[in-house]
């Protein structure tokens, strides 16, 4: 949208927005959106549906997705959300399914039945509900305080992620996302025998949040601190809070009411048939 709008510091090439090494970091929401942090707002789940949590792993399987995607659409379902990744050689989902609940019973036998085929995919399916009840306490209750775009990268050594995780839950950042590569071999020199000299360096990146207000004069230090110590350079760039970008309630309060009317107006439109 600030693109759109003539906006010059929003670089919209995914590519470029993510290159820790001389990329247009700038604040590339259209990056934030790659990395497949955006959600349905709670006020858009039907709850008169049942929500389905499809987890699967294992080797690939050309048209597996499609496959999953036929049977839900064969069972009048609905995917909300779709998460496909390579982990080494395994493949993985995730997909957040809406359906009515006399279909589930059905849906999930046909899912594994599914699975079983060579090569035979793992399955899981749960019952969720990713809404809030109005009788929610959540940790979110007082709005998302600070969102950040969180890029990190230098010499894979042992304990790095646990290190950086440690970081975030100190200042209570809140992992909304995350990927990591690791074991990338960086040539630094040829030796007098001919042999290549290489470094195992890792790349993560990944969106974080707050619940509560962020002293970021700490967290910068803290920033400076850890690259110091660990010879990895982390940063995490603020950006706005947006309530796309997550399924809990937002801060202002008067988006959230207007889109919920709209929603309805809409549902009720839908169903009079006008």
């Known amino acids: 949208i600030s693109a759109m709008r003539g906006s010059t510091d929003v670089e919209t090439d995914p590519a470029k927005a993510m290159d820790i090494a001389g990329g247009n970091q700038g604040s590339a929401l259209s990056a934030i959106y790659d990395l497949g942090v955006a959600a349905k707002p709670d006020y858009l789940y039907d709850t008169a549906k049942s929500h389905l949590l499809l987890t699967a792993s294992g080797r690939d399987r050309i048209g597996f997705l499609r496959a999953l995607s036929r049977l839900s659409e064969e069972h009048g379902g609905n995917v909300l959300d779709l998460k496909a990744y390579k982990v080494g050689r395994e493949f993985v989902t995730i997909m957040l399914i809406e359906a009515d609940p006399a279909q589930v019973g059905k849906l999930v036998k046909d899912v594994t039945v599914l699975a079983r085929r060579e090569p035979p995919i793992h399955v899981n399916v749960q019952e969720t509900r990713p809404w809030l009840s109005e009788t929610d306490s959540p940790r979110c209750n007082n709005g998302v305080q600070f969102t ?7 010499p894979d050594t042992h304990g790095v992620i646990l290190k950086i995780t440690e970081l975030l839950a100190e200042h209570d950042l809140d992992i909304t996302s995350l990927s990591c590569n690791q074991r990338v071999q960086i040539q630094l020199s040829v030796d007098e025998e001919g042999k290549n000299e290489l470094q195992n360096f890792f790349q993560m990146s990944g969106v974080v949040r707050a619940f509560v207000p962020v002293d970021r004069t700490a967290l910068e230090a803290r920033l400076v601190v850890f690259e110091r110590e660990s010879g990895c350079r982390l940063g995490i760039t603020e950006t706005e809070p947006d309530t796309s970008y997550s399924a809990f309630r937002s801060t202002n309060l008067g988006v959230a009411a207007k889109a919920s009317s709209v929603a309805t ?8 048939g006008k």
Not at 265 to 272: E, F, H, Y
């Open 148 to 154: 950040g775009h969180l890029r990190a990268t230098g």
């Open 265 to 272: 107006r809409l549902a009720r439109t839908i169903s009079s």
